[in-house]
Nanobody, 125 residues
Framework: EVQLVESGGGSVQAGGSLRLSCVAS????????IGWYRQAPGKEREEVSC????????WYDDSVKGRFTIGSDNAKNTVNLQMDNKKSEDADVYYC??????????????????WGQGTQDTVSS
């Protein structure tokens, strides 16, 4: 069974930090790009960051560049997202996503991969 389990969500004050983790199982971790998406209530889910395991390349949305860092521990089938200098706009449900391929700019294809169930992140003033 394919599983993507997120953890690390919680509450943090604006300007603080959180670290999310995604543990993958049930498929070949090294053959997939592992990324993070986020979704606010009533809004469309959007891609935040992606790590391409085959090349080590990364992609970040402009809204998080310089604040978020994606990393991988291939031996543990784990991808994490270090979120620094949190803003109120970052308070969403975060989803881990594994895709078998990426576009030329290292963004993920959102329609042929596997999704985690999400972890809630809140930001207080």
């Amino acid at each position: 069974e394919v599983q993507l389990v997120e953890s690390g969500g919680g509450s943090v004050q604006a300007g603080g930090s959180l670290r999310l983790s995604c543990v993958a199982s049930g498929f070949s971790f090294d053959d997939y790009a592992i990324g993070w998406y986020r979704q606010a209530p009533g809004k469309e889910r959007e891609e935040v960051s992606c790590f391409v395991t085959t090349t080590g390349s990364t992609w970040y949305d402009d809204s998080v560049k310089g604040r978020f860092t994606i990393g991988s521990d291939n031996a543990k089938n784990t991808v994490n997202l270090q979120m620094d200098n949190k803003k109120s706009e970052d308070a969403d449900v975060y989803y881990c996503y594994a895709s078998p391929r990426v576009y030329s700019n290292d963004r993920q294809r959102p329609y042929d991969g596997y999704w985690g169930q999400g972890t809630q992140d809140t930001v207080s003033s």
